[in-house]
């Protein structure tokens, strides 16, 4: 790997975290503390682009391989929070055990239909 696609990753990784910030904080402010839906949001989405940037990269090939890299990798990498949504998932647990199950099964759930609406529109544009 180049230096030059490192730092790419490291930039686009970088940019992924600082939205990943924005939007848990957004939801903070707008739905509160009680459930991580900060965390949520970004994982869905995150599903949702991922699945949209893979298919106009390997079936439109509208986007390139470095473009898909950079963005997959790169900023979902940051933008998504799996070990956050592992933690939020055991906070949740210490306070309503159904709670941890509920949130696991839910983000996952959403992450996967999102990932396949992001396949699907791709497929259309």
């Known amino acids: 790997m180049s230096l030059s696609v490192c ?3 490291f930039l686009a990784g ?9 939007v848990t904080m957004g939801c903070t402010h ?15 989405l995150g599903c ?4 949209l940037v893979i298919t106009l990269a390997c079936e439109r090939q509208v986007v ?3 473009a898909r890299t950079a963005l997959c990798v790169g900023f979902l990498g940051g933008f998504t929070t799996f070990s956050s949504l592992i933690f939020d998932s055991f906070s949740l647990g210490q306070v309503r055990p159904l709670y941890l199950f509920l949130n696991l099964v839910l983000q996952i759930g959403l992450g996967f239909g ?5 396949l699907s529109a791709g497929k259309s544009l």
């Open 7 to 9: 730092c790419i990753l």
């Open 14 to 22: 970088g940019l992924g975290t600082v939205c990943r910030y924005l």
């Open 30 to 44: 707008f739905f509160g503390k009680g459930w991580p839906l900060g965390t949520m949001a970004a994982n869905v």
């Open 48 to 51: 949702f682009f991922f699945g």
């Open 64 to 66: 390139s391989d470095a």
């Open 114 to 118: 999102a990932l396949m609406a992001g």
